[in-house]
């Protein structure tokens, strides 16, 4: 069964950093591309950086070099380093697989 639990979201403030990490089981990790998405509060959900399986990266425009988007095939982990996060970038964020299942997501706030 395909699980997808997502971690480290939190309070920042402008201009701050977190780092998210996803962990995944019940699939072959290694050889699918990833994804980070997210969705904010009265808006549908986004697609905000992906990660092939091996390593090519690609982001929206308003995260680029902001965000960095990683993996490590040997745990089977995702990341999302998000560093000088503004205001609009709150919003829950998922990470995904290419398969319709979805993790719980983490809250990321940026708030003075």
């Known amino acids: 069964q395909l699980q997808l639990v997502e971690s480290g979201g939190g309070l920042v403030q402008p201009g701050g950093s977190l780092r998210l990490s996803c962990a995944t089981s019940g699939f072959a990790f290694t050889g699918f591309a990833m994804s980070w998405y997210r969705q904010a509060p009265g808006k549908e959900r986004e697609l905000v950086a992906v990660?092939?399986?091996?390593?090519?990266?690609d982001y929206i425009g308003s995260v680029k070099g902001r965000f960095t988007i990683s993996r490590d095939n040997g745990k089977r982990m995702l990341f999302l380093q998000m560093d000088n996060l503004q205001p609009e970038d709150t919003a829950v964020y998922y990470c995904?697989?290419?398969?319709?299942?979805w993790g719980q997501g983490t809250r990321v706030t940026v708030s003075s």
């Open positions: 990660i092939s399986g091996d390593g090519s990266t």
């Open positions: 995904k697989a290419p398969f319709p299942s």
